[in-house]
């Protein structure tokens, strides 16, 4: 499997051909809507893999007084993200230095990709306030890349590495994790279908 480095490498060269990849709002959209009874006063707010920094910007057009960080180890991305947020707080890095935990924590689209997912999970978790909320959307990949439940590169689209694994493993995964699961929600379509609110 690729290293973090081979995994940098990869999404700077995607992220220099295609600035706009992955830039529509329809994610972030359904995420504001699920977290505005749940969540309506987020003081810091905390995107990890943050790509371009598309839902971060959008979070911050529904959530004005929330402080915004995010994470994603592409350099590119980041840079995208300064552009486009440039009230936010960006790195490559695992963690910030000046804060450590956050009201909310989300993760569109990016858990898939991690090979060690426990630990990823329980890095979240660790990231979130007393308090905190954590909104973790990830795809029903199986439907249109069948095969093996695994961790293994899509069959189809963008052929990016990524585990093929049904609901009910990924909830045990997030219990194994230290997470309390709040609701179950499905998103529009498979590719962003599986999508929970946790604390």
């Not at 504001?32 to 057009?61: H, M, R, S, Y």
């Not at 915004?68 to 707080?89: F, M, Q």
């Not at 694994?165 to 599986?194: K, S």
Request: glycine share 6%.
């Amino acid at each position: 499997m690729p290293s973090r480095r081979e995994v940098q490498k990869e999404y700077d060269i995607l992220y220099k051909a295609h600035p706009d990849k992955w830039g529509n709002t329809d994610r972030s959209d359904f995420m504001v809507n699920a977290l505005k009874t749940i969540l309506p006063n987020p003081q810091t707010a905390l995107d990890v893999g943050c790509g371009i920094g598309v839902a971060l910007e959008n979070f911050g057009k529904h959530f004005p007084g929330t402080t915004l960080y995010g994470i994603d180890p592409s350099n590119e991305a980041i840079r995208l993200s300064k552009e486009k947020v440039p009230y936010g707080y960006f790195t490559t890095k695992e963690e910030f230095e000046d804060i450590k935990k956050f009201d909310l924590v989300f993760c569109l689209g990016v858990a898939e990709h991690v090979e060690e997912l426990v630990p990823f999970l329980t890095s979240l978790k660790d990231k979130l306030n007393k308090d905190g909320i954590c909104y973790i959307e990830v795809p029903n990949n199986l439907l249109y890349s069948e095969g093996t439940v695994t961790y293994r590169r899509l069959a189809t689209r963008s052929r990016q590495l990524e585990w093929h694994l049904p609901r009910r493993m990924w909830e045990n995964l997030l219990i194994r994790a230290g997470f309390e699961i709040v609701e179950r929600l499905n998103g529009l379509n498979a590719t962003w279908e599986f999508i929970w609110i946790l604390k």
